[in-house]
């Protein structure tokens, strides 16, 4: 939790900073970048449990190598389903912390003023970065990027658990249309959206693509896991694509090779 307080002194007490000044001046529209951490875990679904939001994995479980949710009564696996953006915000880190904590302050801006915030949770955003001269920040490190890095270095990319933990991984560029998209189709009230490619992928085909497009060494599953990881996270787009006209151009597959194998001719 080193973190926490860096975060909040950037992204709570910013916005916080940021909605006053709005409000003094009278701006009345607000497009706000948000995360797809502020879900935590992924929704799930079991044969005869319904719909189930877990918590956090037993050790136990995670030690012997079974890494995926269980219904707690049945022992039954649960399978995962997209999240929608009404689903509970259930932060894992500081980081997804403070970009809840944003959301709660642009809602409270938005119902006290009338005003109308647009948020977006980007997925698991991936691309070149803007070459400002400063070195790229990430949130949770990038796990695209730490791949690339491992390709790039002829090490075999590492896979932590099994491989099959399951995301969206959205091209930068598409995240750069959506978020104009948001800008150029008001819409009334307090709104989240999910952007993200529409379009699953384990973290093993992930590494797999990677790795082929540039003819890199085979990942490598380890079986370690962190106890706080998120199994599951893929959230439902629709309402970004009714909201607001967006759907993802680049796929994961084509995406994520491009990005491994740039500047690598």
């Not at 084509?254 to 740039?262: C, D, I, K, N």
């Amino acid at each position: 939790m080193h973190w926490a307080a860096w975060y909040a002194a950037h992204n709570d007490a910013g916005t916080a900073v940021l909605l006053a000044a709005m409000e003094r001046a009278g701006v009345r529209r607000l497009v706000m970048a948000s995360s797809v951490a502020v879900y935590g875990e992924g929704r799930y679904r079991g044969a005869r449990s319904g719909p189930f939001f877990p918590g956090v994995r037993r050790r136990a479980d995670l030690d012997r190598g079974l890494f995926d949710h269980r219904a707690p009564r049945t022992g039954e696996i649960l399978t995962w389903e997209p999240m929608r953006e009404d689903a509970p915000l259930r932060p894992r880190s500081a980081y997804a912390a403070s970009k809840v904590a944003q959301e709660h302050y642009a809602l409270a801006w938005a119902t006290g003023t009338g005003s109308a915030a647009t948020v977006l949770r980007y997925h698991h955003v991936y691309g070149e970065p803007v070459a400002t001269g400063n070195p790229p920040r990430s949130a949770e490190s990038g796990i695209a990027a730490r791949f690339r890095a491992e390709l790039r270095a002829d090490r075999a990319p590492r896979v932590f658990e099994d491989g099959g933990q399951v995301r969206d991984f959205v091209h930068v560029r598409d995240v750069a249309a959506a978020t104009v998209a948001a800008v150029t189709h008001p819409v009334a009230g307090f709104v989240p959206l999910n952007i993200g490619s529409g379009r699953p992928v384990t973290l093993w085909e992930v590494a797999s693509t990677m790795a082929k497009a540039v003819s890199g060494p085979t990942p490598v599953v380890t079986g370690q896991y962190r106890l706080t990881d998120i199994r599951h996270l893929v959230a439902h787009h629709e309402r970004a694509r009714h909201a607001l006209d967006f759907t993802a151009r680049i796929g994961p597959a084509q995406g994520l090779a491009a990005y491994a194998s740039a500047d690598q001719a």
